[in-house]
């Protein structure tokens, strides 16, 4: 609603000080022209807001100028439980000060929120890291977060994949990132703004040496582009291929949500296929696409490229001399035969 927006700018130029139109905006989730007509909305209501010019300019509060309208209601009470998630919190070496924010903070609501703010913990839990992986180890992490703080210089030794190995590298920490139970950091590094995964950072010294932050870094927007960013560079190739329903059924869990994604968008019935598709799925090598695919066994058939193709076919003949030699063939066995995939031009 407008007034609750007006209300969240003003508190966001009273906590923050100066602050760009465009940096509002993206902090309200608006358009920077709608960021406009709410300043002026500010300043006709009364509220001293006035604008900086030059290249660090941007809109602050008259000094001096306080609101009291921070009363906060029943569902913003309960969310704002969960930004304290207590395992995040200890990752950082935070975990005894959220500990003692909340039970200030508790003290500081009514009565009649306490309960309704309490009640988060009791029904969510943060598990971050993903299925059939352990959390990371990161000891230099608590070091990280008081440098992110502090806006001071670090000296790193880190391990990267290719060579040389082990690099070292003078970096200004801009902030950290938390994806699917691994830690990043993203800092500023020659001039531009790079991410480095905290448990390969293999030695952290900080500086005494402080470092200003760009004015027009985001954190969020930068690593919303870093992710798209690496897809692009992730998914060099394309592979067509053909799946039965079974196989359809069971791509998802087996490949990334990118490539399922794709599959689905580009799916054509195979005629005459009993339910077989044919798609075009984005792949990032021969060897890793071969590895992936195979988990589908008799459910999947590569169509092109060749060399995925042979690829393919050589692990499968390497597979079946291995066990063959081990393990003669037995007799058939009762249980069902899996699917037969459809005709196919390439077949041999």
Known sequence: MPADRLLSMMLLLQTRGRMSARRLAAELGVSVRTAYRDLDRLQASGVPVYAEQGRSGGYRLLDGYRTHLTGLSESEARVLFLAGLPAPAADLGLAAEVAAARLKLLAALPAALREEATRADAV?????????????????????????????????????????????????????????????????????????????ILDTVVRDERFERPEDFVLEEYWASYLDAFDVRRFTGTATIRLSPRGRERLADNVPPEVARACEATATEVAGGDGWIEAVIPTESTGHACGELLRLGTDVEVVAPEELRRAMADTVHALARTYTAVCPPSSPSPSPSPPSPPPSSLSR
Do not use: M, N
């Open 124 to 200: 969510f839990h943060l598990d971050a890291p993903g299925w059939y992986r352990e959390a990371e180890e990161t000891p230099c992490l608590p070091l990280l977060v008081d440098a992110v703080f502090a806006r001071r210089t670090v000296d790193v030794r880190y391990r990267r994949w290719r060579e040389p190995r082990e690099v070292q590298r003078l970096l200004h920490p801009y902030g950290l990132v938390l994806k699917s139970g691994a830690w990043y950091l993203v800092a500023g590094v020659d001039g531009r703004t790079a991410t480095f995964r905290i448990a390969r």
